[in-house]
Structure formats: structure tokens, C-alpha cells
């Protein structure tokens, strides 16, 4: 699970690590000080953390599921009492990462289960199958969600608060990696391949 790098408020930034035996832990970018730590995780972790609005996002799991889902408060003052906002246990990702997208939070299963959840409550708005398997993470583009399943084909999903696909293309070739976007093109690689699409004028802000 790779760390990410948060703001702490007025007191700089902090990393932010995911670890069965550490649990979920914000540590102070500057000095090495450990700010706050969550109990250790069920589990061991593949699929890095997500912030948004103050909250952390990760995911534990094991044999091709996940198992555990825990949002955090990223602010070290919060009390050990409050830091877990909430849990979830069901219809978990395991190496795919989630995506927060306009007070929502999508995670893409590895066996193609799709779930939507409110935030910042958790309240699950809906879950629906997308055909595949998928070992890369999803990408928000616009109101879209892009991710690649292992037999290369690019699923495309409308990120919102209710399930609609709008539509899949080949590439050809295996894939099991994460789309990228960077000047105003959107990067894929395949087992054998790495492709740039440029984006039409109108769609590059």
C-alpha cells in the first residue's frame, strides 16, 4: 500500500500509512513524530488510502477481496474515541483503490462489483455488477469512471448517485494497471502496449 501525503491543518502535512500490524497511522512529514494511530488492521493491505474533506479511506483484505473498510479522521486533535467515522465489511475492493467523487465514494471491486456510498455517512446508495475482473484502480475523469479490466477491456461508469454504464472498448491486450491522465491525455498500459489518447479540445479544462 503506497502512503499519502495530507495536510495537518495549521501544522504542515503528515503521511499517511496503511499496515496489518500498525493499522492506519498519520505521522508528521517534518519530524518523523507519530500524530495518531487507528488499532491494527484484520488484515494486510494492497490498495493504497484515499482523502477527502479531513477523511482517510482504506481497505484491508485477502484472497481476492476485501474484508475490511474503515473511514478515518485525518485531524490529529480528533480523540481515539472519534477517529473511526465509519466501518464496512461487505463488498470491498481488495487491490483496487477507491475514488471519491462529488460527496460520493466508489469502490470497484476485483471481481466487478461496483458500490457507491454517501458521504460522509457511508450509507450505501447502490451496488450494482460490472462484467470482469479488474486488478487496476479506477479513474474519475469529469463525471466518468474509467478503469481497465484484466482482459484490457476500458470500462466506463457515470459517477453519480445512480448506476448507469456508458459503454467498454477493447485495447487488444492484458491489462492489470491503473489508467493516468497528463496533458490532456489519458495514458493506458496493456501487458505488451502503452497507448495515449489525446481528449478533444472542449474536454480539456
Not at 107 to 112: A, H, T
Not at 157 to 185: M, Q, W
Request: hydrophobic fraction near 40%.
Amino acid at each position: 500500500s503506497t502512503p499519502l501525503i495530507v495536510s495537518n491543518g495549521d501544522q504542515g502535512k503528515q503521511i499517511i500509512c496503511l499496515s496489518e500490524s500498525n493499522g492506519i497511522t498519520g505521522i508528521d512529514l517534518q519530524t518523523g513524530k507519530l500524530n495518531w494511530q487507528t488499532p491494527k488492521l484484520p488484515m494486510r493491505t494492497v490498495a493504497s488510502p484515499v482523502a477527502s474533506d479531513g477523511m482517510i479511506f482504506a481497505i484491508c483484505g485477502g484472497g481476492g477481496s476485501g474484508k475490511y473498510f474503515a473511514a478515518v479522521q485525518a485531524d490529529p486533535a480528533v480523540s481515539d474515541e472519534s477517529r473511526i467515522v465509519f466501518e464496512r465489511k461487505l463488498t470491498l475492493p481488495y487491490v483496487p483503490c477507491p475514488v471519491v467523487h462529488n460527496g460520493m465514494l466508489f469502490l470497484w471491486g476485483d471481481k466487478g462489483i461496483l458500490v457507491c456510498l454517501e458521504l460522509p455517512t457511508g450509507k450505501e446508495l447502490w451496488s450494482q455488477r460490472v462484467d470482469g475482473g479488474f486488478s487496476g484502480s479506477p479513474i474519475c475523469i469529469d463525471d466518468r469512471l474509467f478503469c481497465v479490466a484484466e482482459n484490457g477491456e476500458v470500462v466506463v461508469i457515470k459517477a453519480a448517485d445512480h448506476f448507469e454504464e456508458l459503454g467498454r472498448t477493447s485495447l487488444g491486450d492484458d491489462c492489470h494497471s491503473t489508467p493516468a491522465v497528463a496533458n490532456g491525455h489519458l495514458y493506458l498500459r496493456t501487458f505488451r502496449h502503452l497507448m495515449a489518447i489525446k481528449a478533444t479540445p472542449d474536454s480539456i479544462e
